[in-house]
Each structure stands twice: as C-alpha cells, then as structure tokens.
C-alpha cells in the first residue's frame, strides 16, 4: 500500500511531462504540415536517366553475360 505514495506522484510528473512536451512541438511548430512527409515518400526524387547511347553500358563483356568467354 505504501507503494501507491510512490506511483501517483510519479504518474503525475510523467502526465505533466507529456502535455508539457505536445505544447511544446505545438508551439515549435512540429504539427504544421502532416501530409507533406507522407507524400515525400511516394515522389520519385531521382534524376530521370537517359537512355544510353547504342554500345554502351554492356559492360566489360560486349553484353554477353553468361557465355563463358
């Protein structure tokens, strides 16, 4: 039973520190914008790649992978 003047007292500074870290990113500004980083990660931020001219990228083997030579 004398455990309980631990706990409650515990449980209360946890809580008071919960809501005082939302007020916090609230007032910083963490809450602004909650779509833009779900859709940055469907958005293909890669350069396109060129297609390579003919002859090239077939890599040290003339593109003949696989044949032994």
Known sequence: MSILYILIPLGL?????????FFWAVGNGQFD????????????HDAPRK?????QGQ???GGQAGDGS
């Open 13 to 21: 500074v946890l809580v008071f520190i919960g809501i005082w870290a």
């Open 33 to 44: 914008d909650l779509e833009t980083p779900g859709w940055s990660v469907l958005v293909d």
């Open 51 to 55: 297609p390579a001219a003919q002859g």
């Open 59 to 61: 890599g040290q083997d």
